[in-house]
Structures are given as structure tokens and as C-alpha cells.
């Protein structure tokens, strides 16, 4: 059974810092990796996705990773805003078509 | 471009009802997925939806269930509602492409059981 875990639950940094958002994951036989955000009491909007034969995408000042054999993506988030400020949440696709599993998700607070 | 648009955005019935929450997918995505955010418990995969036809469920029990409709638009039903069933209801749309499919998500349907 696939596990997501990502540390840490939470982050509060000073605006203008870079930063790195940790998810590890316990089945490497994944297909995908998607970071997420989402803003209290709101959907989610997606980030970034990585496909299994990827090993980074970036996207303005986003720039996700993933080492598919030590089960782990990192997501860098550089000179961070307060409008940053959001639930950060990692989720991969499996063996089981169409399931993703999600981590519990790091809360980040961005301090002006 | 519309996004996902979920119906409605606020559902409060008491417990042994039924629910009925709706979902649009973005034009032309044939994918609909569904996911429940209960406080405490992160996201769980509840139901994929693909060209009509129910794809694989999550570990609910039966009386979560939902269909898809010709114009992929998506509904879940929860029948027999319990206290536990209150969460945040997360439609998501796809068009699906394996591996490669990025999910786009609409803004959800908050359920309270009393």
C-alpha cells in the first residue's frame, strides 16, 4: 500500500526566503508525481506535474524534483511572497490506474 | 476557459438522508475523479470516472456511489449518511493520459451531517 508523508506539517519563514518542501513515498512503481496547493476551504490548484521517466520541472519561481528510487520529490520554492502562504500537497499515481494517493501536506506561512 | 464547477457549495442534511453533489469537468476532459477531505484525515480517493464508466473506487463503502453522464459531467451519491461523512467533497477533472494527466480540481461541496 502506498504511504505519502511530508515534513515538515509546517514552515513559517520571513518573505524574500527560498525554501524546500519535502515528500517521500514508500512504493517507487509510480507513474507521476503532482504538487498542489490549496488555500483554506478551496479546491486545489495544481503546480507542477512529473512523469515517471522525469527528473525535475519547473515553473516561474517552482522547480519540483524526483529521485523515483529513494521515493522522494522536493519542491523549492524561491524568493517565497506572502501570497505563498497556502497548504502544500504532494500526491503520485501508482500501479492503480487512476488512484492517487496525497500526503497530509505542509502548511507554509510566509511572513511580509 | 471554465474551470471544474461543483454543486452545491454548501449541503447540510441529517444523518440517514441522502446527498446528491454534482460535478462539470473542464470541456473536454473525459476523466472525473472524487475525493473526500474529512478534518483530520488529508485526502482520500474516492471514485474515477472514465468515458462513462466507473474506473476503480477508493476503500468506501458502497453506499458512496456515483455515476457519469454522456456529457461527463459526474454526480456522487452518498446514501444512508452518517456523522462521518462530513467533509469537503473534491471533484476533479482530467483528460486522461497515463501518467502524463494533470488533475484540475473544482472548488468543492462542504457536507455537514447533523
Known amino acids: 500500500k502506498q504511504e505519502v508523508t511530508q515534513i515538515p506539517a509546517a514552515l513559517s519563514v520571513p518573505e524574500g526566503e527560498n525554501l524546500v518542501l519535502n515528500c517521500s513515498f514508500t512504493?517507487?512503481?509510480?507513474?507521476?508525481l503532482q504538487w498542489f496547493r490549496q488555500d483554506p476551504g478551496k479546491g486545489l490548484t495544481s503546480l507542477l506535474l512529473i512523469q515517471s521517466s522525469q527528473r525535475e520541472q519547473t515553473s516561474g519561481r517552482l522547480n519540483a524534483s524526483l529521485d523515483k528510487s529513494s521515493g522522494r520529490s522536493t519542491l523549492y520554492i524561491a524568493a517565497s511572497q506572502p501570497g505563498d502562504s497556502a497548504t502544500y500537497l504532494c500526491?503520485?499515481?501508482?500501479?492503480?490506474?487512476?488512484?492517487?494517493?496525497f500526503g497530509d501536506g505542509t502548511t507554509l506561512t510566509v511572513k511580509p | 476557459e471554465a474551470g471544474v464547477t461543483q454543486s452545491p457549495t454548501h449541503l447540510i442534511k441529517t444523518r440517514g438522508q441522502q446527498a446528491t453533489l454534482r460535478c462539470s469537468p473542464i470541456?473536454?476532459?473525459?476523466?472525473v475523479y472524487w475525493y473526500q477531505q474529512a478534518l483530520g484525515l488529508g485526502l482520500q480517493f474516492l471514485l474515477w470516472y472514465d468515458e462513462g464508466e466507473e474506473r476503480n473506487r477508493g476503500n468506501f463503502p458502497p453506499r458512496f456511489s456515483g455515476r457519469q453522464f454522456p456529457n461527463y459531467s459526474s454526480e456522487l451519491n452518498v446514501n444512508a449518511l452518517e456523522l462521518e461523512d462530513s467533509a469537503l467533497y473534491l471533484c476533479?477533472?482530467?483528460?486522461?493520459?497515463?501518467?502524463?494527466?494533470?488533475?484540475?480540481f473544482g472548488p468543492g461541496t462542504r457536507l455537514t451531517v447533523l
Open positions: 512504493d517507487s512503481a509510480i507513474y507521476n
Open positions: 476533479a477533472s482530467s483528460l486522461w493520459d497515463r501518467g502524463a494527466d494533470t488533475q484540475y
Open positions: 500526491a503520485v499515481e501508482g500501479t492503480n490506474a487512476g488512484k492517487s494517493t
Open positions: 470541456s473536454g476532459h473525459t476523466s
